[in-house]
């Protein structure tokens, strides 16, 4: 799904590198639509956002949500047996473990 957001070249990129994005750059590529600069700035705009929705009938916004979630559901149904084995298969490896030591140890991965 990232590569649907953010494009095959970035999230080429991103993947590859395994680079940490600021709320910057996730916000310039589309990943996120705002940045709030605090924790009460993010509620304020997160009620301003909401608050259209209070006075919509339920059923047109399931009906909106299901239509602009549909396409992404259908690709994760089809490719997330494929994914998940990949994935898996990836972060129980020794360099997936070492990996995930090294971010919580806040240090440079040494891969084998």
Do not use: T, W
């Amino acid at each position: 799904m990232l590569k649907e957001i953010v494009g095959i070249a970035k999230a080429r990129d991103l993947l590859y590198s395994g680079k940490g994005l600021k709320a910057e750059e996730a916000l310039q590529i589309g990943l996120i639509d705002e940045i709030a600069s605090s924790s009460e700035d993010l509620m304020a705009r997160a009620r301003k956002y909401c608050d259209p929705f209070k006075d919509m009938a339920i059923g047109s916004v399931i009906g909106i949500k299901v239509s602009l979630r549909d396409p992404i559901r259908f690709f994760a149904e089809h490719n997330s047996e494929r994914d998940v084995k990949l994935i898996s298969e990836a972060v129980f490896s020794k360099n997936g473990q070492e990996g995930m030591r090294s971010i919580l140890e806040r240090r440079r991965p040494v891969f084998q």
